[in-house]
C-alpha cells in the first residue's frame, strides 16, 4: 500500500470500456427477449423494458459524454 501513487478520481480511468458496454447492451437484448415468455400479465413486461431501456440509455448518455470530451 506505500508504494501506491495517490490520484484524485478523475485521474482513475475504467479498463475495458468497450466491454462494459458490450456486455450491458447484451444484457438488455437477452432482458427484452425474456419479453416473450410465457407469463401472464404485464407487470413483468414493464420491469424488463424499464430494466433494458435503462441500461440503454446509460450506454448511450455515456457515449454521448465521452465523445464530447466532458468524461
Same mark, same amino acid.
Given at each position: 500500500?506505500?508504494?501506491?501513487?495517490?490520484?484524485?478520481?478523475?485521474?482513475?480511468?475504467? %479498463? #475495458?470500456?468497450? &466491454?462494459?458496454?458490450?456486455?450491458?447492451?447484451?444484457?438488455?437484448?437477452?432482458?427484452?427477449?425474456? $419479453? *416473450?415468455?410465457?407469463?401472464?400479465?404485464?407487470? %413483468? #413486461?414493464?420491469? &424488463?423494458?424499464?430494466?433494458?431501456?435503462?441500461?440503454?440509455?446509460?450506454?448511450?448518455?455515456?457515449? $454521448? *459524454?465521452?465523445?464530447?470530451?466532458?468524461?
Amino acid at each position: 500500500m506505500a508504494d501506491e501513487p495517490i490520484t484524485s478520481p478523475d485521474q482513475r480511468k475504467p %479498463e #475495458n470500456i468497450k &466491454l462494459t458496454r458490450i456486455l450491458v447492451i447484451v444484457g438488455s437484448l437477452g432482458l427484452l427477449s425474456m $419479453v *416473450l415468455g410465457n407469463h401472464q400479465g404485464n407487470v %413483468e #413486461n414493464l420491469w &424488463l423494458v424499464g430494466l433494458a431501456a435503462s441500461g440503454l440509455g446509460w450506454v448511450v448518455i455515456d457515449w $454521448v *459524454l465521452r465523445r464530447n470530451g466532458l468524461r
